[in-house]
């Protein structure tokens, strides 16, 4: 079964980095784009970032251009979030999702359970 495991959140100071991994199995991975989504407190589910399945396109919601970047090695079935420049509006947990197809960034059929990025003083 699909299965999307998110590490790497935690407590960053405003102006810090932090890097997200989703770790995928139980698919081909490299034949669907991926995406990262938030939900912060008392907000709805935010669509930040996807990438197709070979890494050819990326895309980014306009509050993260110029301070995450999304990659992927599909070698090891691994996505990426590299934060930097994180603000307290960046505050939220961070789930990683797949795309049904392999260019389709904005869709998803699956996520994991999400990782909890907190920026604070």
């Known amino acids: 079964q699909v299965q999307l495991v998110e590490s790497g959140g935690g407590l960053a100071q405003p102006g810090g980095s932090l890097r997200l991994s989703c770790a995928a199995s139980?698919?081909?991975?490299?034949?669907?784009?991926m995406s990262w989504a938030r939900q912060g407190p008392g907000k709805g589910l935010e669509w930040v970032s996807g990438i197709y399945s070979d890494g050819s396109e990326t895309y980014y919601t306009d509050s993260v251009k110029g301070r995450f970047t999304i990659s992927r090695d599909n070698a090891e079935n691994t996505l990426y979030l590299q934060m930097n420049s994180l603000k307290p509006e960046d505050t939220a947990v961070y789930y990683c999702?797949?795309?049904?197809?392999?260019?389709?960034?904005?869709?998803?059929?699956?996520g994991g359970q999400g990782t909890q990025v907190t920026v604070s003083s």
């Open positions: 999702l797949k795309s049904p197809r392999n260019d389709h960034v904005r869709e998803y059929d699956y």
């Open positions: 139980g698919f081909t991975f490299s034949a669907y784009a």
